[in-house]
C-alpha cells in the first residue's frame, strides 16, 4: 500500500527549532515531489510550506530562511527541519506527494498521498 508516515512535532517554546520526518512507501520515491503543508485547527485550507523535487527546493516567503526541506531517496523519506519557530507556526503539519514535474504544486489538490499530520505548537 502507498502511504506516508509522518514523525516528529510537538510542543515547544518560541525561538526552538523541530524536525519533521515523512516515511514514504511508494514505488519510485526519487520520481515524486515531496511538500509540506500545514493547516491551522479549524482552518478551511492548508497553506503551503514549501517543496523538494530533484534536486530543486522552493520555500513559501512565511517560512523561507527558518525552514529546511531534504530527502534521503535511498531510504524514501523527506524531513521539515524548522527553527526559530515562532507561536504563528502552530499547526497541523503534513507531507504530501506528487509526480516530480507536479504542477500547481502550491495548491493542495495537486497531491495525491498524504501523511496522517503531525501538530506543531509553538508558545511563548
Known amino acids: 500500500q502507498e502511504q506516508l508516515t509522518q514523525s516528529g512535532g510537538g510542543s515547544v517554546q518560541i525561538g526552538d527549532s523541530l524536525r519533521l520526518s515523512c516515511a514514504a512507501s511508494?514505488?519510485?520515491?526519487?520520481?515524486?515531489?515531496i511538500s509540506w503543508f500545514r493547516q491551522i485547527p479549524g482552518g478551511k485550507e492548508r497553506e503551503f510550506v514549501g517543496?523538494?523535487?530533484?534536486?530543486?527546493?522552493y520555500y513559501s516567503n512565511s517560512v523561507r530562511g527558518r525552514f529546511t526541506i531534504s530527502r534521503d531517496n535511498a531510504k524514501n523519506v523527506a524531513f521539515l527541519q524548522m527553527t526559530n519557530l515562532k507561536p504563528e507556526d502552530t499547526a497541523i503539519y503534513y507531507c504530501?506527494?506528487?509526480?516530480?514535474?507536479?504542477?500547481?504544486?502550491?495548491?493542495?489538490?495537486?497531491?495525491?498521498?498524504w501523511g496522517q499530520g503531525s501538530q506543531v505548537t509553538v508558545s511563548t
Open positions: 511508494l514505488r519510485n520515491f526519487g520520481n515524486h515531489a
Open positions: 517543496i523538494v523535487r530533484s534536486k530543486t527546493i
Open positions: 504530501a506527494a506528487a509526480q516530480l514535474g507536479v504542477e500547481s504544486f502550491q495548491r493542495a489538490n495537486a497531491y495525491l498521498y
